[in-house]
């Protein structure tokens, strides 16, 4: 079964739309790692969108902002200011929608999280001493989570009783092989971040008022029984986004 894996969506509806139209043909079910609202200017529409589409929808700390389950005093200025306008978008039942989200799950064996496992909505892995902690907290072959909006991989490799690490970057359309049917070595165990969807982050992606008309969304191709991750990028316009979110002063 071919999945597509996104995470970190941010209502960015123009950016959904645009991977959900260019991956039509070759998944059969849709995962979110989680934040489906903040900083863009459709989080009625995303919430909506990913509810009719996916298999799978995580709750991320964007998620449980908007639903009154935590306060904003961690989040920057910009996220918060967004916050703030995206709450009284929200009608009860897409607050009750969010609030019921969970933080992390299983599919097909695979471990789900937003953040890092053990602390799925505010833990970030980035680094190899992240990896390192989430690999010893956790007890997983492979999982998949979002939250940096970085695409990456973490892989841990166990000989003689001591561990190795290769981490990297997720160029587009590069490949990771995680086994077949999951019955990959079970020394061996991965870490996997499609990146964002909405606003990536890495120096390449993130978005700017000169590239607006071809910008980046991130996101993965997984295949269930063959273990085959892929990372994918996508370019969209997206200038009404972004011309949307200054009148409304998200930008």
């Known amino acids: 079964m071919r999945v597509l894996v996104v995470s970190d969506i941010h209502a960015n509806l123009a950016a959904f739309d645009a991977v959900l139209r260019e991956t039509q043909g ?18 009625r529409e995303c919430i909506a969108r990913a509810a009719e589409v996916c298999a799978v929808v995580l709750g991320g700390n964007h998620d449980l902002a908007a639903a009154g389950a935590t306060d904003l005093s961690s989040f920057a200025d910009h996220a918060r200011i967004a916050m703030e306008w995206t709450r009284p978008q929200l009608t009860p039942t897409d607050i009750a929608y969010l609030a019921t989200l969970p933080l992390n799950t299983e599919y097909e064996g695979i ?42 991989f973490f892989i841990e490799t166990k000989r003689d009783g001591e561990s190795f690490y290769q981490i990297g970057y997720g160029e587009p359309d590069a490949v990771i092989e995680t086994g077949r049917d999951g019955k990959q070595r079970d020394l061996v165990r991965f870490l996997l971040n499609p990146g964002s969807i909405g606003f990536p982050r890495d120096q390449a992606d993130a978005h700017r008022v000169l590239r607006y008309h071809r910008a980046a969304a991130r996101y993965a191709l997984f295949d269930t029984e063959s273990g085959r991750w892929q990372f994918k990028r996508l370019e969209y316009d997206m200038r009404k986004t972004a011309k949307r979110m200054k009148q409304l002063g998200l930008w």
């Not at 079910?29 to 903040?38: R, Y």
């Not at 471990?111 to 909505?121: A, D, K, Q, W």
């Not at 010893?136 to 970085?150: A, E, K, L, M, P």
Request: hydrophobic share 35%.
């Open 111 to 152: 471990l789900l999280s937003h953040g890092s496992p053990e602390n799925p909505i505010w833990g970030y892995i980035f680094s190899q001493d992240d990896a390192e902690f989430a690999f010893s907290q956790n007890d997983f072959s492979r999982c998949f989570f979002g939250h940096t909006h970085f695409p990456s």
């Open 26 to 43: 070759d998944r059969n079910a849709v995962l979110c790692l989680g934040d489906l609202v903040g900083y863009g200017p459709d989080p």
